[in-house]
């Protein structure tokens, strides 16, 4: 069974930067689809950021030009840099897979952003 490790998260002033990292594995990591999402106890989980096996990203709206998803296929971990943070980027972020015909989620890892 596919197991993802977040870790990273904190509490950071506004402005501020985070980065959020996620380790893969039971998983063939190169072509795996990888995205972060977020939830706040308000809102359904949004998907902030996708990155494909062959490189291709997508953003949020909200997270454009502020945000960076990568991956390091040699360590099976994808990354979410997170620069110019906000108080509305506050959430619990979990790393996500849909691989071999199912979703696959970590255990979340809380950010708060203090204004």
Known sequence: ???LVESGGGL???GGSLRLSCAASRII???ATMAWYRQ???KQRELVATITGAGTIKYADSVKSRFTISRDNAKNTVYLQM???KPEDTAVYY???PYAGRDYW???TQV???S
Do not use: E, I, K, Y
């Open 40 to 42: 706040t106890p308000r």
């Open 29 to 31: 990591f190169s072509v």
């Open 112 to 114: 708060t952003v203090s």
């Open 1 to 3: 069974q596919v197991q």
């Open 95 to 97: 790393c996500n897979t």
């Open 12 to 14: 950071v002033q506004a």
């Open 106 to 108: 970590g255990q979340g």
């Open 83 to 85: 620069n110019s943070l």
